[in-house]
C-alpha cells in the first residue's frame, strides 16, 4: 500500500470507542441506493468530474468522511478545504471523478453527511468564540442528544468546532441524574458507592442544597441543571465558603443558546453543555455541480 493510500484509509478503521467507519458509510450509502439507483442507471456509463461547493459562510466538518462516501464506491476524490476550514460562498471543497452513475447515486449520502456535521460545526464554533471573549477557562460539551446512529460523527463535528464531546456512551462516565436519584435510597449512597469503582462521578443538582451536597458527598463534577447565571453565582459563592468548590467542577445545563451564553461563561462554570448543537441542527448549504 503506497503512503497516500494508507493515509487515506486511516480513519475508516474501527474507532476506539467501537464504531466501524468505513462500515457506517456503506450503511449510509446502502440506505439511499436500496436495490439500486433507478433514476441514474439510465445515463451513459461514461466518466464525470463534479466539485462540491459551499453556499454559504460556516465551518466546514465531515470532509474526510464524504470524500470516503465516494472513494468506497470507486470514485477519485481530491479534497481542497480541510476540516476546521472557515468557508465563504462558492468555494470548493472536494472534487470527486468517476462513473457518472455512480457519483450521482453518492452524491446525496455525501451532501447530507458533509452538511450537517458542518453545520454542527458551525453552530459550535459560534458559541465557542461567544464564551472565549468572556472566559476562556470555561468549556463548552456536546451531550447525548444526538441522531441515533450518527453519534460519531455528531461529536466529531462538535470537536471540529471547538467543542468537546463528554460521554459517548454510558460505559464511559457515571453521571447520576435525576431519574437514578428517584429510583435510589440515597443521593450520598449512590455517590460512594459510584465512587468505590470510578475516579469520575458527576450528579445533577437541581438547587443550591443539592449540589453543595453532592460536592460534600464526593462527586468530582457538579451539573447545575436549568440554574439561571445569578443561581450559579451564589452557588459558587456558597461552594467556596464550604472549601468545596476547588474539589468539584461546576457545569451548566439547560436552557443555554447562543443568546444567553455569554451570561453563563461570565459566572465562572468549568463547563457548559448545550444539546441544541447536536439534535437542533441546521445544516450547512452545500451543493454539488457537475463540471465535466
Do not use: W
Not at 256 to 265: G, H, L, M, P
Amino acid at each position: 500500500m503506497d503512503g497516500k493510500k494508507k493515509t487515506q484509509n486511516t480513519h475508516l478503521r474501527s474507532h476506539k470507542l467501537g464504531t466501524n467507519i468505513k462500515k457506517e458509510l456503506l450503511r449510509f450509502i446502502a440506505e439511499d441506493i436500496q436495490n439500486g439507483d433507478i433514476t441514474s442507471v439510465l445515463l451513459p456509463k461514461n466518466k464525470i468530474t463534479a466539485k462540491i461547493i459551499s453556499k454559504e459562510n460556516g465551518i466546514l466538518a465531515g470532509v474526510k468522511f464524504a470524500g470516503d462516501v465516494f472513494r468506497l464506491k470507486g470514485c477519485n476524490v481530491k479534497i481542497i478545504k480541510k476540516d476546521g476550514t472557515k468557508l465563504k460562498p462558492n468555494q470548493i471543497i472536494l472534487q470527486v471523478s468517476g462513473n457518472a452513475r455512480t457519483v450521482l447515486s453518492c452524491e446525496r449520502t455525501a451532501l447530507n453527511l458533509l452538511s450537517r456535521m458542518s453545520g454542527i460545526a458551525t453552530h459550535t464554533n459560534l458559541l465557542v468564540s461567544k464564551i472565549r471573549k468572556i472566559n476562556r477557562k470555561t468549556k463548552l460539551y456536546s451531550t447525548r442528544k444526538t441522531a441515533p446512529g450518527l453519534r460519531f460523527f455528531d461529536k466529531e463535528a462538535v470537536m471540529i468546532g471547538g467543542g468537546h464531546k463528554h460521554r459517548m456512551s454510558l460505559n464511559e462516565m457515571v453521571m447520576i441524574k435525576d431519574n437514578h436519584l428517584m429510583v435510589s435510597n440515597s443521593m450520598e449512597d449512590i455517590i460512594k458507592n459510584a465512587r468505590k469503582r470510578h475516579k469520575n462521578v458527576e450528579v445533577e443538582a437541581e438547587n443550591q442544597r443539592d449540589a453543595v451536597f453532592a460536592a460534600n458527598s464526593g462527586a468530582t463534577i457538579v451539573m447545575l441543571d436549568n440554574f439561571s447565571p445569578a443561581q450559579i453565582k451564589k452557588t459558587i459563592t456558597v461552594l467556596q465558603k464550604k472549601k468545596l468548590r476547588n474539589k468539584v467542577k461546576l457545569e451548566a445545563s439547560g436552557g443555554i443558546n447562543s443568546k444567553n451564553i455569554a451570561a453563563f461563561a461570565k459566572t465562572g462554570v468549568d463547563m457548559i453543555s448545550v444539546g441544541s448543537i447536536t439534535n437542533s441542527v441546521k445544516g450547512l448549504d452545500l451543493s454539488l455541480e457537475v463540471i465535466v
